[in-house]
């Protein structure tokens, strides 16, 4: 884990978004920052990680852009979020306008179509393995699992809108969280504490009596 001490250097966080943004075809960016960042690197947690990863969800603007702005500034504050975003659009700016000039010519080679379906599949599969990392805490505890197979019948299996079903879904999503969380906070009122005190009084004798 990073050390607050010794922050992160803007060249690594540089080099490690261009390489992401230079390499990663066929979408799965997400599920490649989360290799880098939180297994190999071990930059931030898993709690950290997807605490972003739900924020980029609901926010608008592409996931992985809001994932590396997210990712930048939780390691470097604000620069690192302009570093991080700047080195993951650098390459792909120059490969898709370069593409979009060749693109004719490029389907014209033999396997290409298949060389991209192939891509795309292996980014659908490296989605779903962060989907399973992401679902095992949940599927710990009764509400969010419950809410986790309800919004994957809703949207995967129903095709119903996306939009009410995160309106529906997410305030009982935060709530049975909320509640989860203040089961595990103890209490600090002097009455959780009051029978404590009452051992030490029953186990200090009193000073007459010595």
Known sequence: MKNPDRPVPLASLYGLFFVVGLSSFGGGLTAWFHREVVL????????????GYSLAQVLPGVNSTNMAVYIGQHLRGAIGA???LSALLTAPFFIVIAAAV???????????????????????????????????DSLHHVPPALI???????????????????????????????????????????????????ETAQKTPPKNAQ
């Open 40 to 51: 190999a690197r071990q930059w931030m947690t898993d709690d950290e990680f997807f605490s």
């Open 102 to 136: 060749t693109y004719n010519l490029l389907l014209e080679i033999p396997g290409f179509a298949a060389a991209m379906a192939g891509i795309a599949t292996t980014a659908v599969g490296m989605i779903f393995r962060m989907g399973v990392a992401s679902a095992k």
């Open 148 to 198: 986790l197979v309800a919004t994957l019948v809703a949207v995967g299996i129903l095709q119903w809108p996306l939009l009410p079903v995160v309106l529906v879904l997410a305030p009982l999503s935060i709530a049975a969280s909320w509640w989860r969380m203040k089961q595990q906070v103890p209490d600090p009122s002097p009455a959780a504490s009051e029978p404590a005190h009452q």
């Open 82 to 84: 302009a570093v991080a």
